[in-house]
Nanobody, 124 residues
Framework: EVQLVESGGGLVQAGGSLRLSCAAS????????MGWFRQAPGKEREGVSC????????NYADSVKGRFTISSDNAKNTVYLQMNTLKPEDTAVYYC?????????????????WGQGTQVTVSS
């Protein structure tokens, strides 16, 4: 059974940083691309970033490009999202997921069920 556990969210002031973690189990981590998604209140869930460690590729939504960095540690079966220069509009619940392929983030498709997510709140 695929399990994804997100952590690292919190309340931060605009301009601050957070690092999210997603601990994965129940599948061969190295074989799959992973993605981060977020859902703000009243909005649809959207793709934020993805990584395919097997091919060494990453992609980002335009709204976070240059501020967020995705990485993975295959030895720990964990994917991270380093978020710098946070803005109030980054406020959302952030989720990780196994994704079909790491291509254009706008078309990111989750293959796994959603976990509980981690809340990120950025105050102005």
């Amino acid at each position: 059974e695929v399990q994804l556990v997100e952590s690292g969210g919190g309340l931060v002031q605009a301009g601050g940083s957070l690092r999210l973690s997603c601990a994965a189990s129940g599948f061969t981590f190295d074989d799959y691309a992973m993605g981060w998604f977020r859902q703000a209140p009243g909005k649809e869930r959207e793709g934020v970033s993805c990584i395919s460690s097997s091919v060494g590729s990453t992609n980002y939504a335009d709204s976070v490009k240059g501020r967020f960095t995705i990485s993975s540690d295959n030895a720990k079966n964990t994917v991270y999202l380093q978020m710098n220069t946070l803005k109030p509009e980054d406020t959302a619940v952030y989720y990780c997921a196994v994704v079909e392929v790491c291509s254009a983030v706008a078309f990111l498709t989750a293959l796994s069920s959603w976990g509980q997510g981690t809340q990120v709140t950025v105050s102005s």
